[in-house]
């Protein structure tokens, strides 16, 4: 690995490794063994051992990696040890995977004739006769009512790219498992083995009469924006893109809440956005929405302009809605000034340095996965909040805050369609989340295992859809 910078780069789980080794019987050997991944910079989480003979021990060594080259390393210092045979490397991250990550469970009793005879044949046949003359019932005597479809196209799987559906698949199932951890929504992953617009909007129509909902996931834009805004016009069940609108409500709740940190307003802020793709749309349109006055968008174009002959139509339509007057530039000339940096792009296309040159009070929120737009620990020496997509640092903006929430309010509601309203409401509420008392620079949004999320956010888009309960 290359030397390490001042902060030493932070394990995870995600490449955590369990070791079976054999080794003499020492008293000293599992202690060596410790100190050996200590020493290589691993984090021992777990050394059992699991056998012993006369001649040999068996020691199973669990431990988390920066990265797998870093897991590599531990492994050979671990192989250095005096009297020790590597025996086998499991990656804990793989054998979680095996067989997937959710299930079909009943909900009802199977266990004799008459639960058979009424769950299905011949008393399901009322049921469908029934719904056949009462379609709206549907979802009351369904599964739809509590259902969502995860679709995807694997055109733009997490920060990876164009990883086609069958990889797509356990990103889905995890946003699946998530989905019922936080909010008690059955999801189902729909990996489709197509990127053609037409395509997908016929086939999510087609299978749509058996979901309360649509949550999008993984699109690429701009395609994404065109499958949404048809999907929405042909459904009569919510379709909601998580790359967009989910990131957008958690962003602007942890806005919310970082500018009552610096003591600024959201209509006097001065925001520069990094990313015109899906999710900086969704993300300026909500900020916007909310009462935002200054707002400039920086791509890989530059500054959006209006009067730039290279922007696609929907950039064009952003530069629009943010740069009216025209302004020109690079990122860093955006900065100059501004209250609030918001990177929905890539990874170091912030240079810490500039943080100098924004208003004092300075806010980042440096959102690239798995690599920031710009060194971390640099931006929390020169800025006074500072948010990340990370789970090792301070204020993570993750989109399980939001999501589980909005569908529950959804389904609860029997919405037939999302709003800017509900968009907004649930932003309102998750910023909400965080007391005055919590509130400080270090904690501008709630944990995503804090129970009160999913709860509070699903009671304001019920309440933003005209249902209370």
Same mark, same amino acid.
């Given at each position: ?109 199977? *266990? ?151 003591? *600024? ?205």
């Amino acid at each position: 690995m290359t030397a390490a910078p001042n902060r030493p780069l932070p394990t995870s789980a995600s490449y955590g490794i369990t070791v079976r080794l054999y080794a003499v019987p020492s008293p000293s050997a599992v202690g060596e063994l410790a100190t050996a991944v200590g020493r290589a910079g691993g984090l021992v989480t777990a050394i059992d051992v699991s056998d012993s003979r006369p001649d040999r021990i068996t020691v199973d060594v669990s431990c988390s990696a920066v990265n797998g080259e870093h897991a590599a390393e531990i492994v050979e210092a671990m192989r250095a040890v005096a009297g020790v045979t590597v025996h086998r490397v499991s990656d804990r991250t793989f054998l979680l995977h095996l067989g997937g990550k959710i299930s079909v469970e009943p909900r009802v009793p199977l *266990k004799t004739r008459d639960d058979l005879s009424m769950a299905y044949t011949p008393g399901v046949g009322r049921v469908s006769l029934a719904l056949a003359e009462h379609p709206e019932d549907v979802a009351k005597l369904t599964v739809k009512g509590n259902a969502v479809a995860v679709v995807t196209d694997g055109s733009a799987v997490l920060g990876l790219g164009n990883l086609g559906p069958g990889a797509a698949l356990p990103v889905m199932e995890g946003k699946a498992a998530l989905f019922k951890r936080f909010g008690d929504i059955d999801a189902w992953p729909i990996c489709l083995d197509t990127q053609d617009v037409d395509e997908i909007v016929a086939t999510v129509r087609a299978i749509s009469p058996g979901f309360g909902g649509i949550n999008l996931e993984d699109i690429s834009a701009p395609r994404c924006f065109e499958v949404e805004r048809r999907l929405r016009e042909l459904l009569d069940i919510p379709v909601f893109h998580d790359d967009q609108h989910g990131t957008a409500i958690v962003v602007s709740a942890a806005l919310t809440n970082a500018l009552r940190c610096v003591s *600024k307003s959201l209509d006097g802020a001065r925001i520069v956005v990094a990313g015109g793709g899906a999710a900086g749309t969704a993300i300026v349109t909500l900020l916007l929405a909310a009462g935002a006055g200054h707002v400039l968008v920086w791509d890989r174009e530059g500054i959006l302009s209006p009067t730039d002959t290279r922007l696609n139509p929907a950039k064009q339509e952003l530069a629009v809605l943010t740069n009216p007057a025209g302004v020109t530039g690079n990122l860093h000339d955006a900065l100059r000034g501004a209250d609030v940096f918001i990177g929905v792009s890539g990874p170091g296309v912030l240079d810490a340095a500039w943080i100098a040159d924004m208003a004092p009070g300075a806010v980042i929120f440096a959102l690239a996965n798995p690599d920031p737009e710009v060194d971390v620990d640099a931006a929390q020496r020169a800025a006074s909040v500072v948010a990340t997509g990370r789970s090792d640092y301070p204020n993570q903006i993750n989109n399980v805050l939001a999501f589980p929430g909005v569908f529950r309010g959804l389904l609860d509601a029997r919405a037939r369609e999302v709003t800017i309203d509900m968009l907004l409401s649930a932003a309102q509420a998750l910023a909400g989340c965080v007391s005055d008392e919590q509130l400080n620079a270090t904690y501008i949004v709630p944990s995503v295992f804090d129970p009160a999320v999913p709860k509070a956010v699903a009671a304001a888009v019920r309440e933003a859809a005209g249902t209370s309960r």
